[in-house]
Every structure is written in structure tokens, then in C-alpha cells.
């Protein structure tokens, strides 16, 4: 059963969006979905413009916005994903969006939501789109071997809970081009079929997988979630890779994943190494 009630209306005066176009004409969107295994209710922002959606989702849930939560803006001045990299957000060719999280689980079990989150934004595509899309660990999804889309998560806690989470995730939908620093290793929706694509068709139909794993994830722990990863996943198992974590270099074999999400290097010298979500700088392939 769904249920949608729509208002029109809402205000943006923090820092974030600050100098977008039609700031009091942002609309602002209820909707509650009820699925399989309970409900998450969906409130969504709409700006034409911010520097981050993860800035502004971080300010509502300081404020005590409530779980679905859901910034989208058609266009980022200063979109970022890990490690402070740039995410090119050009105006209205991709999802630009972040979301409001509070999941009932400690902190140390909080990593794995970057994980729950690349299971449903790679079945939207294969499922949804119908291209064979591939998740990099720990949470970039590919077509082709090129990136078409990114998640960055950012945690809040206290003491021995999650006070939040944010989940920000980018995907080029309808780029033709690319800046050239980044024209080889990116792709977009557009670019692998020849179509054009609705981004809020794309986005609603990624936030009901969304809120399927996430259920899934808090209700039976992370077995069944990891266990999709690695079908979804080329690069967990059997790939010889070269994982940057900082200033140091592991290079090996992957051997999958464990139960917290870390992913298994088998070393040259027969050693196995976990690395954990937060470490990685960068993982290529090597063979």
C-alpha cells in the first residue's frame, strides 16, 4: 500500500543554499510510503541550487528533521564525495540528494549503511534500467568500468548510539559529456543507452529499494545484505587489487568480505589483511 500526500511550499535561509535561484519557492514534498516490513516516512526538500545536499541534510537533522528526510537539489556549486572530492553537479543531469538516517544500531555497526546503500542503488539500475550495473568496493557503482555513481556517508553519534546519519548519493543520469579531468573515468545513464531518463522517476524508485535494505539491515544484521553485495559486487572476490589506505599499500588477491563489511586481501606473502570501509583511499585493479 502507498499512501502520498503532497504540500507545496517551505523556506531555505541556512548557509548552505544561500544564493540558489527561487530559494522561497523551494518545494517541499510529504510523502509516506508503507512497504514490506513497516514504514519509513519520506520528507523531501527541493532546492535549485546548494553548495552540498549533504549540508544542508546535516543542518535539518541537527534541527531534529526525522528519519527520510530527503534534500534534492538540481544543481551542487561544491557537491563532494569522499575525501573531499569534487562531484561534478551539473544542472539538472543527475540526482543530486541526500538523505536523513537514524538507524537503531551502534556505531560500530553504522559503517555498513554505505553498504545497504550501493545493494539498492546497483539493483535500481540492473533491475530498474536494465544495465549491468557493478559495485566498487566500498560504495562507488560503475558501468563499464567507468563510475556512475557515488555515495558518501557521515555519521553522528554520541557515546554508544547513532545520533545520525547522513547519506548523500550522486548519479549521472543524463551527461553527454564530462570535464576532462574526469572524461575517462565517468559515465552516466545517458551515455550507456542513448536515452534520457526522469530523475525523479529514478530517485523514488531508488529510495524503495532503499528503505527495503535498510529494513532488511536493521531487522536480520548484515548477512543477507552482504551476501547481495557480493553477488552485485566484481571486485570483492577473485580480483587482483591495489588498495591505497593512507600512505600505505596492500596488494593482493580479494577474498570477499567480512561480517562488518571489511574487505579481505589476500597478500603475495599468503597473509590476509582486513581493511576496513574508513581506510581505503583508493582500490584498483590490477589484473
Known amino acids: 500500500m502507498r499512501f502520498k500526500a503532497e504540500i507545496v511550499g517551505g523556506h531555505a535561509s541556512s548557509p ?7 530559494l522561497d519557492d523551494a518545494e517541499f514534498r510529504m510523502a509516506v510510503l508503507c512497504g514490506v516490513g513497516g514504514a519509513m516516512r519520506e520528507i523531501v526538500y527541493r532546492y535549485d541550487s546548494v553548495t552540498s545536499t549533504n549540508d544542508v541534510a546535516r543542518e535539518l537533522a541537527e534541527a531534529g528533521a526525522e528519519e527520510g528526510t530527503t534534500v534534492v537539489a538540481a544543481e551542487q556549486t561544491a557537491g563532494r564525495g569522499r575525501y573531499a572530492r569534487r562531484w561534478h553537479s551539473p544542472r539538472g543531469e543527475g540526482l543530486y540528494h541526500s538523505i536523513v538516517l537514524r538507524p537503531a544500531v551502534p556505531p560500530s555497526r553504522a ?12 539493483e535500481t539500475l540492473r533491475e530498474e534500467y536494465g544495465v549491468l ?12 568500468g567507468r563510475k556512475i555513481a557515488g555515495i558518501l556517508m557521515e555519521l553522528e553519534t554520541e557515546e554508544d548510539r547513532v545520533k545520525y546519519a547522513i547519506l548523500g548519493v550522486g548519479v549521472n543520469l543524463n551527461q553527454g559529456s564530462f570535464p576532462e579531468e574526469i572524461a575517462d573515468v565517468a559515465t552516466s545513464l545517458r551515455r550507456e543507452t542513448g536515452l534520457t531518463y526522469d530523475v525523479e522517476r529514478f530517485r523514488s524508485r531508488f529510495f524503495a529499494r532503499l528503505q527495503q535494505w535498510y ?10 545484505v552482504l551476501e547481495r553485495y557480493e553477488q552485485l559486487s566484481s571486485y570483492v572476490r577473485g580480483q587482483w587489487v591495489n588498495v591505497l589506505c593512507g600512505e600505505r599499500r596492500v596488494r593482493g588477491r580479494s577474498c570477499g568480505l567480512t561480517p562488518m563489511g571489511a574487505l579481505l586481501v589476500e597478500t603475495e606473502d ?18
Open 16 to 22: 548552505a543554499v544561500r544564493g540558489a535561484t527561487s
Open 111 to 122: 559503517p555498513l549503511l554505505g553498504l545497504v546503500a550501493a545493494v539498492a542503488l546497483a
Open 133 to 144: 550495473a557493478d559495485i566498487k568496493w566500498p560504495n562507488d557503482v560503475m558501468l563499464r
Open 215 to 224: 529494513e532488511t539491515w536493521q531487522a536480520e544484521g548484515e548477512a543477507r
Open 270 to 287: 599468503g597473509r590476509r589483511e582486513a581493511i576496513l570501509t574508513g581506510e581505503v583511499t583508493k582500490l584498483e585493479i590490477i589484473g
